[in-house]
T-cell receptor, first 116, second 112 residues
Framework: NAGVMQNPRHLVRRRGQEARLRCSPV?????VYWYRQLPEEGLKFMVY????????ESGMPKERFSAEFPKEGPSILRIQQVVRGDSAAYFC??????????????FGQGTRLTVV | GEDVEQSLFLSVREGDSSVINCTYT??????LYWYKQEPGAGLQLLTY?????DMKQDQRLTVLLNKKDKHLSLRIADTQTGDSAIYFC????????????FGTGTRLLVSP
């Protein structure tokens, strides 16, 4: 039973390019979360999605960042016109549907984005 | 707002016990978690405790919760060099989803 899969593991983009980060949740998990970890800091919540719905995007920057979790396929975190300050590790986590009694979120290994 | 604080660094010798401390501010937190992050890796859930518990033990790990002081600690018995990593505490509310607030992490260095 595969865990949360993120790709790519490492991504280098020039300033102004777009970055697309992918996350495949644990099979059967319908909740996906994206977190950002800046160097030497803890993880900060960005967005919580269920299939085809954004539930909570209170941690997302207002511009350039978007996320989706389509009916089919992985969740995508998209960063347009990247800047150096976007360099960070981006972690995806997934959890089972509400009401299953399981409170654990499983994290992927992260995508390390470097903007040059 | 919500805030979780940890000391930045802890150094111990192999075989000693390690105690990593954490304070949080959100009294509505329902779950408190400890995660381990090794270099270049993701987060591994070590253990968690419900806010109505005082203590939880799991093999070499002991979690103590002082809800009055909003203080959480993780004790690792017989610390090994393989325990060297960054340890994050995190708090979450029982809202049905895992919007966690993380501390800045404590870097544990275990020397032989």
């Amino acid at each position: 039973n595969a865990g949360v899969m993120q790709n790519p593991r490492h991504l280098v983009r020039r300033r102004g390019q777009e970055a697309r980060l992918r996350c495949s949740p644990v099979k059967g998990h319908s909740h996906v979360y994206w977190y950002r970890q800046l160097p030497e800091e803890g993880l900060k919540f960005m967005v919580y999605l269920q299939k085809e719905n954004i539930i909570d995007e209170s941690g997302m920057p207002k511009e350039r960042f978007s996320a989706e979790f389509p009916k089919e396929g992985p969740s995508i975190l998209r960063i347009q016109q990247v800047v150096r300050g976007d360099s960070a590790a981006y972690f995806c986590a997934s959890s089972p549907p509400t009401g299953t009694g399981n409170t654990e979120a499983f994290f992927g290994q992260g995508t390390r984005l470097t903007v040059v | 707002g919500e805030d979780v604080e940890q000391s930045l660094f802890l150094s111990v010798r192999e075989g000693d016990s390690s105690v990593i401390n954490c304070t949080y501010t959100d009294s509505s937190s329902t779950y408190l978690y400890w995660y381990k992050q090794e270099p270049g890796a993701g987060l591994q859930l070590l253990t968690y405790i419900f806010s109505n518990m005082d203590m939880k033990q799991d093999q070499r790990l002991t979690v103590l919760l002082n809800k009055k002081d909003k203080h959480l600690s993780l004790r690792i018995a017989d610390t090994q060099t393989g325990d060297s990593a960054i340890y994050f505490c995190a708090e979450g509310a029982n809202t049905g989803f895992q919007k966690l607030v993380f501390g800045t992490g404590t870097r544990l260095l275990v020397s032989p």
